[in-house]
């Protein structure tokens, strides 16, 4: 059912998706508020990549950026923004409209009330197939029995209203609908939120299928670290805008090399733990209206010395494919084990401990 909607010459050695040194700024009356400072990464085909952090971080703001779709106050004001060498940020609406669904599509936070309720579900499918090809409503109907199929929905209930559905049946009609016009990168902003986890874990072994099964990419954007751990291949960190580690999933979990990393590792459950062994990191991320001019983790980081407070420090390659934002790489066997200490984090509520000079270990 491919067909090509517009002319787009693309580089067949190109990443599928490359950003780079992106920085997304919002106006407001208050001036210009950077909600995503020059953060870059890649995604590869048949890859599962993953962005996490808390509310806030930016994080569905790069999905927005890659899709065209910031809204009216905001824009990409640096950076590169590629999809097989093509550079989005220089095209005109109607070309970005050719591309989405077509080449990208998404799955949006909320997408559970995403749909119509006063419309059968086969109704809202059969009209973004239509939207894209020129196929009579027959064929997109059959193709919406498919795609129910696809996603482990009864076919024959795609005529049902989106209230007869529970809420992940809705989720998984929502995937369909993002399959509608065979796109080779899906970008899935919060997909669980709000589901329990069953369902959770079903919604996210169905995406890892349909990975291997159509031969797709998957970009999964949550603040469940969980939920990245058990879907993707490469992930990124982020906090108040920035990348703070970056690689490969594998070694990222077993090696962090980041205090934010670490402190989200210890703010979600384990098999080797319960919910008693939970440690959540003390304070809330900086105001992106009064951002500091060092670490943006500084204030909350147990391991923050006098040097932290100059500038953020830049991504440095720790590991093959994997990159931190730290200035104290060199401490961090002593920071992985000072940071399984609930001592360690307490230490940050109420009046912040003075900042450690240069090279102390007390």
């Known amino acids: 059912m491919k067909q090509a909607t517009a002319d787009f010459d693309f580089d067949d050695d190109a990443p599928l998706l490359d950003v780079t040194d992106v920085e997304v700024v919002y106006e407001t009356s208050a001036g210009d508020l ?12 048949n890859e599962i990549f993953g962005l996490v952090g808390e509310s806030g971080c930016g994080k569905s703001t790069v999905a927005q950026a890659v899709l065209g779709l910031l809204p009216s106050n905001g824009r990409v004001n640096e950076g590169s923004i590629k999809y097989r060498g093509i550079e989005m940020t220089e095209l005109e609406k109607r070309e970005l409209d050719a591309l989405r669904w077509e080449h990208l599509s998404l799955i949006s936070q909320g997408a559970m009330n995403a ?7 086969s109704s809202q499918i059969v009209e973004a197939i239509q939207a894209h090809r020129d196929v009579t409503t027959d064929e997109a109907r059959e193709r919406g029995a498919e795609l129910f199929e696809t996603v482990g929905l009864d076919s024959e209930r ?20 993002s399959l509608a016009l065979d796109p080779d990168l899906i970008i899935a902003d919060e997909p669980t ?8 874990d079903q919604i996210l072994k169905r995406l890892k299928e349909l990975r291997d099964e159509l031969n797709i990419s998957v970009i999964i ?24 580690e970056y690689g490969n999933l594998r070694d990222i979990f077993a090696n962090p090399f980041n205090p934010y990393t670490l402190g989200m590792q210890n703010a979600f459950p384990t098999l080797r733990g319960d919910q008693s062994d939970l440690i959540s990191i003390p304070g809330s991320p900086p105001d992106i209206a009064e951002l500091p001019t060092g670490c943006r983790f500084k204030e909350r980081c147990p391991f923050a010395t006098e040097r932290c407070g100059d500038a ?14 730290c200035y104290h790489h060199d401490r961090i066997e002593t920071m992985r084990s000072e ?20 090279g102390s270990d007390d």
């Open 158 to 177: 795609i005529d049902d209203y989106p209230h007869q559905f529970s809420g992940g049946m809705k989720q998984r009609a929502y995937i369909a609908m």
């Open 115 to 121: 749909l119509n309720p006063v419309h059968r579900i």
């Open 193 to 200: 939120t709000a589901l329990d986890v069953i369902v959770q």
């Open 339 to 358: 940071a399984e200490r609930r001592s360690t984090w307490n230490q940050m509520q109420g009046d912040r401990p003075a900042a450690r000079a240069e």
């Open 312 to 325: 953020h420090p830049p991504l440095e390659q720790v590991a093959e494919d994997h990159y931190s934002a």
């Open 221 to 244: 954007i949550s603040h469940d670290i969980s939920v990245i751990a058990e879907t993707c291949n490469r992930l990124g960190v982020m906090y108040s805008g920035k990348l703070m």
């Open 34 to 45: 950077t909600a995503v400072d020059h953060i870059s990464f890649s995604v590869d085909e």
